[in-house]
């Protein structure tokens, strides 16, 4: 079954250490998404991709950075940068740049620090 | 003021009573986004509107774009519903689908 994988579900990291966020699609989607989310609020975007080679800034991209070197996978890596590293992390992607299309989403990827 | 604002933050019911779930937006929009998250965070979209009324099984969706509002009601509730529901919007007039999120609505249905 076509999907969203995201690995680990759950990630521990050390002050001062960068960890990355696997996501990976087999759905042929061309547009990818990377979202926080935080308890009490909605989801906000970080980063999204509408095809290979390409990302741009979401809403709250400092402390982030992405690769978009394959149309199956988006990898988030969160640095030392993100002063508030802690939350719940969705990726998610779409047949194209089209929100009048659902989004399809992964189950998530929740982070802490130690 | 968020430009998404869902009521109630928390719903609790007891098995087969009808809900309603209200979402009212502030900006035009082109389509608004019903999800539902499970307890375990995976996220799955049940509807996209952009006029008029959805249906499918127990659940109905509705939207009044003059008004700025949609609503999800649940027929004959169950369990298995208690979820968290998260009502999106697409603003459109951007580059890229960009959705904006309601802070969700905790459902617990009780047996």
């Known amino acids: 079954d076509g999907g969203i994988t995201q690995s680990p579900k759950y990630l521990f990291r050390k002050e001062g250490q960068n960890v990355t966020l696997s996501c990976e699609q087999n759905?042929?989607?061309?547009?990818m998404y990377w979202y926080r989310q935080d308890p009490g609020q909605g989801l906000r975007l970080i980063y999204y991709?509408?095809?290979?080679?390409?990302?741009q800034k979401g809403d709250i991209a400092e402390g982030y950075s992405v690769s978009r070197e394959k149309k199956e996978s988006f990898p988030l890596t969160v640095t030392s940068a993100q002063k508030n590293p802690t939350a719940f992390y969705l990726c998610a992607s779409s047949p194209f740049r089209d929100a009048n299309q659902p989004q399809h989403f992964g189950d998530g990827t929740r982070l802490s620090i130690l | 003021k968020n430009e998404v604002e869902q009521s109630p933050q928390n719903l609790t019911a007891q098995e087969g009573e009808f809900i309603t779930i209200n979402c009212s937006y502030s900006?035009?929009?082109?389509?608004l986004h019903w999800l539902q998250q499970h307890p375990g965070g995976g996220i799955v979209s049940l509807f996209m509107?952009?006029?008029g009324k959805k249906k499918h099984g127990r659940l109905i969706a509705t939207i009044n774009i003059q008004e700025k509002h949609s609503s999800l009601h649940i027929t004959a509730s169950h369990p298995r519903d208690s979820a968290v529901y998260i009502c999106?919007?697409?603003?459109?007039?951007?580059?890229?689908?960009?959705?904006?999120f309601g802070q969700g609505t905790i459902l617990t249905v009780h047996p």
């Open positions: 900006v035009g929009i082109s389509a």
């Open positions: 759905l042929n989607h061309d547009a």
């Open positions: 509107l952009s006029s």
């Open positions: 999106a919007v697409f603003a459109g007039g951007t580059s890229y689908g960009k959705l904006t």
């Open positions: 991709s509408q095809i290979v080679n390409d990302f």
